[in-house]
């Protein structure tokens, strides 16, 4: 047949020749042909189908006689459906009673091929709103841990199988397809926040068809950590805020407005400040106390914060109100003592709280007495004290006696033993205020006053002395003597100028008497010149220098005159005879006091001369043999009778000899029985001293003596002759120069007085009763 022929009923003919006889045989028959069963297609929906809704499916045969459709489902049992002739396409229609996935079987046939295909039908609930989401909000954290359910509030039937939940915490952290417990039909997720707030905690819950949404707030307060107060006070509402005092900053003054800072961490809804009876309440957005405190005293404080959830730890202040003392005063009697005598001192004020401390310094280094509230002398007082109660009379070497006479009033007695002006001090002081008294004591021995004896403080008129004398600078001293008093005395001598300029200081070390009340200068120890002198007396008290007295004098060194000497013993008159020798050595006999070791003199001579007989009175009788040696001979008698003509022979003249020593023979002189005056000008630097003797000579040669002075410290030779103390001895002794003869000699003295100007001399009636 041909392949292409349709499917249908035909007749088929059939024409069967033989070979080779030809016979035909024709045969005939009826044949059906028809297209097998071919192309069935089931189509499943593509989405679930909500409960009490149909779906429908749709099934289709390409090619097929004959063809039954049978649905098979076990839900749904079977139906059959019957096609004579494909091709066909038929829709059957499925209600969903309940929920859940469903398969389809569907069977196609034509009693010869069959086939066969499945689809899946889902069957499903809405999601719908018949939930709640709830939590265990609020919480503290941390720990912070929130418990978040939801669950489903509707018909069990109704209940939505297979449904996830999506959470997302608010907080940036999500969790995804959560199951839903079909048996307790709720959903629970524990979530821990680390930080305190609100956060919005939503669940979306979905199949694969739709999707709702739920969301709660959920509340997390941040946990109340440890709370602290912090403190700081105003004098008034205009003044900056200051830092409290004390030890343990606790202290204010009266009046001042103190403002308390709550700090906290966490989440406050309230502070609390309890303070004495009265209770203050502030919410989180003000966490500061501002309270007055308006009486002196002591007040505790206690703060609290809190939320509806915990409340803090609580804080207790101690406030102590302080007040300046009033009407301080210190008086002291006596006001002016000497040292070891005895001052009473009384402390007195109108009011003081009872935080201050009184402390009383009398200024002389000794510990501080200290009275009132002692926790505060311990804190202000940094040096050594002693504290003082109320009832306690304290005893010491310094402070003799200590004693609160009342609430008001204290008494101190104490003895100063150091000599000064001092400030005693009472102080009343708390950590804030300070007030002061003092008073004045002077403690002082009576005034020193020294002197030097003679002294000159006038520059221009000093006290004067040749640098050949030994002289002593003497001392008096009015001081004050005491036990605990010691001196030291010292001398400082300093060389200056006319107009008072500093030359240099003198050391006097060697001196012996440098630290004694009186100087005694060697001779020639000073150079001519001026002086300044200083004598203080350094007066100690145990130990410390008290006061230094000083009083000074100007002293000009003046160069002593040089003593000319023609003999030794320097005589004003000698006897010698004619043709005898007389030595006048002024080179050896002289000197200069200043230097007595220097002997380099310049030397003018002169001489003049007159008949001896001349000197006398018109009623004396001159006698060749004693001539003048019994007379008075000076100048006056002299002077107007003196011939200056040249005393020898020859031509020579004394006036051209420059000799230091002039020594001759008396035979060279013009004649005996003549009184010759010889005179010798001794120069050396500024200084010129002049010097006469007298020499008389007759015709015999008598003893050639000279009187001298024992000791030269006992007597100064003069022009005029031995200057001498009026009371103080003398010592002299008669030598015998020439012409001594054997050398036994025998002396008579004879001591007279005359006057300058007396021509004669008077015997002094019992001199020698006063000869030693």
Known sequence: MDPACQAGVYKVKAN??????????????????STALSGLSLFEPQNCTYLDESVALEASV?????????????????????????????????????????????????????????????????????????????????????????????????????????VDFGDGETKSDISIESEAFNMTENHTYKQGGIYNTTVNLHNNFETEMFSINVLLLD????????????????????DLHGPDKTDVPLNAIVSFSCNITGTVDNYTMEIGEESLNQDESNNIFKYKFENVGEYYATFKASNFLEDSNSVTLKIRVLSATAGLGLQASPTSIIPGEEVTFTIEFESTDPFTCISFDA????????????????????????????????????????????????????????????????????????????????????????WI????????????????????????????????????????????????????????????????????????????GLYKIEYTIDIYDNGSLEDSPSCFTYLEIESGNLRPMMVKGGASYILRGYDQMVYLEVDKYSLDPDNPEDKEFQMEWSCRFVDAADVLQDDETYDEDISLSHHVVTPHHTEKIMKDEECFKESKSAKDLQAPQWIFNTATLRDFNTLYEIEVILSKDSRREH????????????????????????????????????????????????????????????????????????LLDEWSTHVI
């Not at 069967?16 to 042909?33: C, L, N, R």
Request: charge should be negative.
């Open 453 to 528: 004896e003679n002294n000159s403080t006038n520059i221009r008129r000093p006290m004067k002395y040749f640098r050949e004398d030994t002289f002593r600078l003497e001392t008096t001293a009015q001081v004050y003597d005491h036990p605990s008093r010691t001196y030291i005395m010292k001398w400082n001598v300093d060389k200056i100028t006319s107009s008072n300029d500093f030359i240099e200081t003198i050391n006097i070390s060697s001196i012996r008497s440098s630290n004694c009340s009186a100087l005694r200068f060697p001779a020639r120890f000073l150079d001519v």
């Open 62 to 166: 390409d090619e097929g006689f004959n063809v039954t459709l049978t649905w098979i489902t076990s839900k749904y049992g079977e139906r059959n459906y019957a096609f004579d002739e494909a091709p066909l396409m038929m829709i059957e229609n499925y209600t969903c009673s309940e929920e859940g996935n469903f398969t389809i079987t569907l069977n196609a046939t034509d009693g010869i091929v069959s086939e066969e295909a499945n689809a899946q039908m889902c069957c499903i609930n809405h999601v719908s709103r018949n939930w709640i989401l709830e939590s265990n909000s609020p919480q503290i954290t941390p720990p912070g841990k929130i418990t978040v359910t939801l669950f489903y509030a509707g018909n069990s039937t109704y209940f939505p199988v297979n449904t996830l939940g999506d």
């Open 223 to 242: 946990k109340l950590e440890e709370l602290t107060v912090s403190t700081q006070y105003a004098e008034n509402e205009d003044k900056d805020s200051k």
């Open 16 to 33: 069967m020749i033989s070979e080779p006889d030809g016979t035909e045989d024709v045969k005939e028959a009826i044949v059906v042909v």
């Open 363 to 450: 200024d002389e280094g000794e510990i501080l007495e200290t009275f009132g509230n002692e926790e505060t002398c311990n804190f202000m007082v940094d040096e050594e004290m002693h504290f003082n109660q109320q009832t306690e009379k304290r005893r010491r070497r310094e402070t003799e006696e200590a004693t609160w006479i009342d609430d008001t009033s204290i008494n101190i007695r104490y003895t100063y033993h150091d000599s000064s002006e001092f400030h005693p001090v009472a102080k009343a002081f708390n950590t804030i205020f300070e007030t002061n008294a003092t008073a004045e004591v002077t403690v002082a021995y009576p005034p020193s006053n020294i």
């Open 691 to 762: 010097k006469r003797i007298y020499l008389d000579v007759i015709q015999n040669n008598p003893p050639g003596i000279i009187v001298m002075c024992e000791k030269s410290v006992a007597c100064r030779v003069t022009e005029g002759g031995f200057l001498v103390n009026p009371s103080d001895w003398l010592a002299v002794r008669a030598e015998c120069v020439t012409e001594c003869g054997s050398g036994y000699l025998r002396y008579e003295w004879e001591i007279y007085g005359i006057s300058g100007e007396s021509e004669s001399r008077e």
